[in-house]
T-cell receptor, first 116, second 112 residues
C-alpha cells in the first residue's frame, strides 16, 4: 500500500538555516496540500497544488517559505532562514481532483521541525 | 467561500455515556464534510465522510454524523464512549474547486 510519504520525519536545525521537506503523494492523486500543525492546534492550511500548478497560498506562507511540485508528482516545501516560530509539524496530504471524493485527504505522517 | 466552526474546544464525558461533538459549516456550494481523528503523537485518520448521499453517515469505531442542511451542521455522535476514544477530533469541509479546511478541533476526554 503506497500511501503519502514524507521525508524527513524529524528535522532539528539551528535558527537561520534552510530546511527542505519532501512529500510523495498517492500516485493517482492530482491535489497535494501542505498544512502546518503546532501543539494543541488544528492543521493550518499553507498551500495546495492541482497537478503542478500552485493554486493558493495562505498568508501564513511568508516569503521565507516556498513550495514546488515541478512535475505534478512529488512536492517540496523549503523554509529559508528558519526561525524558532517555524517549529511545528508539517503535514502533507493528497486527494483526488474529481468526483465526490475530492475532499477526502490522505495524510502522510508529517515532518516535525525543531528550530533551536 | 467556506468555513467550519467547531463549537466546543473540549468535551468531557464518562465512559459508557454518549458523545456529541458539534460542527457548523458555511459553504457557497454543496460541500463534502468529514470528521478526522488524531490520537496523541499519531497521524490524522478519517472517521467518516458525507458526500451528498445519505445524510446519516456511519464511520469507524461506532461514530456517526448527520448532515443537516437547514442547520448547516454536521455533528459527530457516538452512543457510548470508550476510553480509547480520547483524542482530538477535526471537522473538515471541502467543495469542488476550493481548498479543504479544518476546524480548530475538539479535544475529547473520557473519564473512567
Amino acid at each position: 500500500d503506497t500511501g503519502v510519504s514524507q521525508d524527513p520525519r524529524h528535522k532539528i536545525t539551528k535558527r537561520g538555516q534552510n530546511v527542505t521537506f519532501r512529500c510523495d503523494p498517492i500516485s493517482e492523486h492530482n491535489r497535494l496540500y501542505w498544512y502546518r500543525q503546532t501543539l494543541g492546534q488544528g492543521p493550518e492550511f499553507l498551500t495546495y497544488f492541482q497537478n503542478e500548478a500552485q493554486l493558493e497560498k495562505s498568508r501564513l506562507l511568508s516569503d521565507r517559505f516556498s513550495a514546488e511540485r515541478p512535475k505534478g508528482s512529488f512536492s517540496t516545501l523549503e523554509i529559508q532562514r528558519t526561525e524558532q516560530g517555524d517549529s511545528a509539524m508539517y503535514l502533507c496530504a493528497s486527494s483526488r481532483l474529481r468526483d465526490r471524493d475530492s475532499g477526502e485527504l490522505f495524510f502522510g505522517e508529517g515532518s516535525r521541525l525543531t528550530v533551536l | 467561500a467556506q468555513s467550519v466552526t467547531q463549537l466546543d474546544s473540549h468535551v468531557s464525558v464518562s465512559e459508557g455515556t454518549p458523545v456529541l461533538l458539534r460542527c457548523n459549516y458555511s459553504s457557497s456550494y454543496s460541500p463534502s464534510l468529514f470528521w478526522y481523528v488524531q490520537h496523541p503523537n499519531k497521524g490524522l485518520q478519517l472517521l467518516l465522510k458525507y458526500t451528498s448521499a445519505a445524510t446519516l453517515v456511519k464511520g469507524i469505531n461506532g461514530f456517526e454524523a448527520e448532515f443537516k442542511k437547514s442547520e448547516t451542521s454536521f455533528h459527530l455522535t457516538k452512543p457510548s464512549a470508550h476510553m480509547s476514544d480520547a483524542a482530538e477530533y477535526f471537522c473538515v469541509v471541502s467543495s469542488t474547486g476550493f481548498k479543504t479546511i479544518f476546524g480548530a478541533g475538539t479535544r475529547l476526554f473520557v473519564k473512567a
